[in-house]
RNA sequence: GCGCCAGUGGCGGAAUGGUAGACGCGCUGGUCUUAGGAACCAGUGGGCAACCGUGGGGGUUCGAGUCCCUCCUGGCGCACCA
């Protein structure tokens, strides 16, 4: 029965040149692409390109050119290159995102999202990369740094376009149940990203005024012990109570404690009511508090939390123990007996914060409340190359997204980028229209969409390419998910959340039903190799090494050379190895193997000298045995082949290729060892077919120069019945010791294989004296003597 | 600090709780060859041996690389998330 295969590797960006690390991707795809295709089924196996971004812009800037040029040049160049590697795509859905054919469509999507609620403007302290003088999403800022530049982020108040991510927080959360077939890893760090903690929010009144302050806490059974409250220097209320010159100081001298996570705090004019005791705490701004987190304000309870117990002995405030804990324990947060608590003394923590929360809502002063961390997506990037985002701005600063037949948005080629700042705001000739709803005038939108919106639904466009509309919801219905969806671990949580939010958003805006976008993710090792250096640090290419009496010279200087140990292949410490040089000296089919065969592909690979070249003479010694005489077979031969085909198929399903070529190993010792040999016998072409997903090229060269005209067949049905081996070398065991084993053919009786196995001497020896106490058959499998 | 994953020969790695080290690389010896980053044959966990061996210690089991507890080491992720 054939179905439906969608195979997914993780499309480009279009740099120049591909590298190691697209070919083992792109290796991984395409032999289970063309093992699918083998067994019958419709296999969908596209190729593009992630065209939109700043290297184009850097680049143009570099080499006086065009974002566009470069692109297209480099696109082409790329294509070339993997189409060198023969890898079976489906060129005719090709897109690439700089298209207008693609970006025009997603400015229709923009435009449902924004209709439906998703896409939105507002004024936002945001991430700012001063390198690369763009907004930057939270999940593309580590550790305080750009995800693509290292730059240490700054934050500044702009308005943004966002996606209402938030929206399906819990979902994103929930049904990462669903997806069985995802690394466990990659899920935790998207469990992580979208924290989600149950608490409650509690509202504390201002003292001075008839103001509340809100705050979010997972804690509220620890209320009683409450003694200060902390809120973020950006929290509003600090606004309010301070001048800001102040604020300012403060900002600044945070900024600079910062990094080891000392507490300081300043003390407002203000104090809160402690919402259940008859008593005032007081208030302050303190660097700890986080202003992207919860309500930016927290209680501080300092005997049952780490942090807060800091602040407070720092600051002399108090400490009230509210869970039953040693005085030299604190501060204590784990679970407990509540005391000094009057509504909730004698609790346990869960029941205590159930009864609590009780109080909050009959009070009025507070509820249960989920908090997520995630926040939404700011897509809007103040940059050239991206989509352009449809929307215009009137005069008096109110705007207006644009009508569908107001699209598409061009891009404008005519620019110049060496200018400061977004190249399209300087555009004037581009930027002010007159509005042909109002006649009045207005200006265009000059951010583009962030390029991780490009690649959140490439993989439905590549179902209908051509088409006049974003997608075909049929044709969604009936082809996505994709199946599997093979690359890097990097996108654990930029692409792949971005990707699973945009199907959900999609599905609920058009009526949908898919809701996750990969069924199975499958994310490949990188590839390592040994670095070289000179006396005088500087790099060198692995190419420019060379060894000369046991010593590792550089090519041309004969300078000696330091092996460091083996990193990612990265061209900052030239440690790189050439796809087009491979190709050229190895061959596609030894690449092919020496990508999958030296770790499982989940793991990292590191490059040898040996490892490609022991590749390449398995294709020589493939093709050799086929060159070889025919010889008569017997039934153990056939049954080798169905134990080969077995094993093949079901290690290209488990995705464990390097045992893959293990089989194969396996496969020609035997034959050769005893030399049987096939030719054009029927067996060869189980093989070859066997053979065919790893080994194209010469796999089809062997077949079509045996066969002749004869089209290798589908992928052969396995022969259950040859694969049961019946006879076989039961362990058998003493104290659950291997002694010896012992030939026999299956189900064999226990009673009768006792009497042959006490005459063994190994056996005979070791029983002797000794009492029989219990035998342990575990039939065709082994057998345990056990002995007082 | 918290979480996750992993520790198996000289190396990469195999092993539904049932013969640990499949397969490859490297290495040793040999054959063939003008030569070979070629090919072929034999060997290759340790130990003379009895035996011992999957990071250390404990446990469950007739039986543990595999399951449980604990510690150590390494990698990755998150990191003042209230």
């Known amino acids: 029965m054939s179905s439906k295969k969608y195979i997914l590797e993780m499309f480009p960006y279009p740099s120049g040149n591909i590298h190691m690390g697209h070919v083992r991707n792109y290796v991984i795809g395409d032999i289970n692409a063309r093992y699918h295709k083998l067994k019958g089924d419709e296999v969908i196996h596209p190729m593009g390109w992630d065209a939109f971004g700043l290297p184009a812009e850097n680049a143009a800037i570099q080499f006086n050119t065009h974002p566009q040029d470069w692109t297209v040049k480099n696109i082409k160049n790329m294509k070339s290159q993997l189409q060198k590697l023969d890898l079976d795509l489906d060129w005719n859905r090709e897109l690439a995102t700089c298209n207008q054919d693609y970006y025009k469509h997603q400015q229709e999507l923009f435009i449902d999202f924004y209709k439906a609620g998703l896409a939105y403007k507002k004024d936002a302290l945001v991430n700012w990369d001063p390198v690369d003088q763009t907004v930057l999403a939270n999940e593309q800022v580590i550790d305080g740094k750009g995800w693509r530049t290292g730059a240490i982020v700054e934050k500044k108040n702009l308005s943004q376009w966002f996606f209402k991510i938030t929206n ?46 809100n705050i979010f806490t997972t804690r509220p059974d620890t209320i009683y012990g409450a003694t200060f409250i902390a809120v973020s220097v950006n929290h509003p209320i600090v606004k309010k109570f301070s001048d800001q010159e102040l604020i300012n100081k ?8 910062n990094n080891d996570k000392d507490k300081i705090g300043y003390k407002m004019p203000i104090s809160c009511d402690h919402p259940i005791l008859n008593k005032k705490i007081p208030v302050f701004i303190a660097n700890f508090v986080l202003d992207t987190y919860g309500e930016g304000a927290i209680f501080g309870c300092p005997a049952h939390d780490e942090r807060d117990y800091e602040f407070a002995k720092k600051y002399s405030l108090p400490v009230i123990k509210v869970i039953e804990c040693d005085d030299d324990s604190l501060p204590y947060s784990g679970d407990g007996v509540v005391i000094n608590s009057p509504l909730l ?10 009864e609590i929360i009780k109080f909050l809502i009959r009070d009025n002063i507070g509820n249960e409340k989920i908090n997520y961390k995630i926040r939404d997506w700011g897509v809007s990037r103040q940059r050239y190359w991206g989509c352009p985002i449809p929307a215009i701005y009137y005069e008096d600063g109110t705007y207006r997204v644009l009508d569908k037949e107001e699209l598409p948005v061009i891009l404008p080629y005519d620019v110049n980028l060496k200018g400061k700042g977004n190249a399209l705001l300087n555009m004037e000739n581009w930027r002010k229209i007159i509005c042909p709803k109002t006649n009045k005038v207005a200006y265009r939108e000059t951010d583009t969409l962030d390029t991780f919106v490009d690649s959140s639904w490439y993989y439905i466009r590549f179902l209908d390419n051509k088409l006049e509309k974003p997608f075909d919801a049929q044709k969604i219905n009936k082809l996505l998910p994709v199946d599997k969806y093979i690359g890097g671990i990097e996108h654990a949580i930029l692409h792949l959340l971005y990707s699973r939010f945009f199907m959900k958003a999609l599905r609920d805006i058009y009526n949908l039903n898919v809701d996750e976008p990969f069924r199975q993710l499958f994310t490949q090792g990188m590839i390592t190799h040994k670095t070289y250096r000179t006396k005088d640090n500087e790099w060198v290419m692995p190419k420019d090494v060379v060894i000369k009496n046991k010593r590792l010279l550089k090519i041309k200087t004969e300078e000696p050379i330091e092996e460091g140990p083996s990193e990612k292949m990265s061209k900052s410490k030239k440690n790189v190895i050439e796809p087009d040089e491979i190709l050229d000296t190895y061959g596609i089919d030894a690449t092919r193997i020496f990508m999958i065969s030296d770790s499982p592909p989940d793991r990292e690979l590191e490059w040898t000298d040996e490892g490609i070249q022991s590749s390449k003479n398995l294709v020589h010694r493939i093709e050799r045995y086929f060159l070889k005489k025919k010889t008569d077979i017997d039934l153990e031969t056939e049954k080798k082949v169905e134990r080969f085909v077995h094993n093949i198929e079901k290690n290209i399903l488990e995705f464990s290729l390097n045992k893959c070529i293990a089989d194969i190993y396996t496969l020609f010792n035997y034959l050769e060892k005893n030399q049987i040999y096939l030719y054009d016998n029927e067996l060869s072409e189980k093989i070859l077919i066997c053979l065919f997903p790893v080994l194209p090229r010469l796999s089809s060269k062997i077949s079509s120069s045996l066969f002749k005209n004869k089209i290798l067949g589908n992928w052969p049905n396995i022969n259950y019945a040859l694969l049961a081996e019946d006879k076989i070398n039961l362990p058998i065991q003493i104290q659950g010791k ?51």
């Open 168 to 213: 399906y927080a819990e979902e994103l959360l929930s049904d990462l149940d669903k997806l069985e077939l995802w690394p466990e890893k990659v899920k935790t760090m998207q469990k992580n990203w979208i924290g989600k903690s149950i608490g409650a929010e509690i509202k504390f009144k201002i003292h001075e005024n008839s103001d509340y302050l």
């Open 250 to 257: 403060i900002k600044k001298e945070f900024e600079e404690i």
């Open 345 to 354: 003394n004698g609790l346990n923590k869960d029941d205590a914060i159930k």
């Open 738 to 788: 291997l002694v010896t084993t012992f030939e026999t053919i299956k189900g064999y009786e226990e009673k009768d294989i006792l009497n042959s196995i006490y005459q063994l001497d190994k056996i005979k020896n070791k029983i002797a004296n000794k009492e029989v106490l219990k035998v342990i058959n575990v039939q065709d499998k082994i057998i345990n003597i056990i002995t007082n």
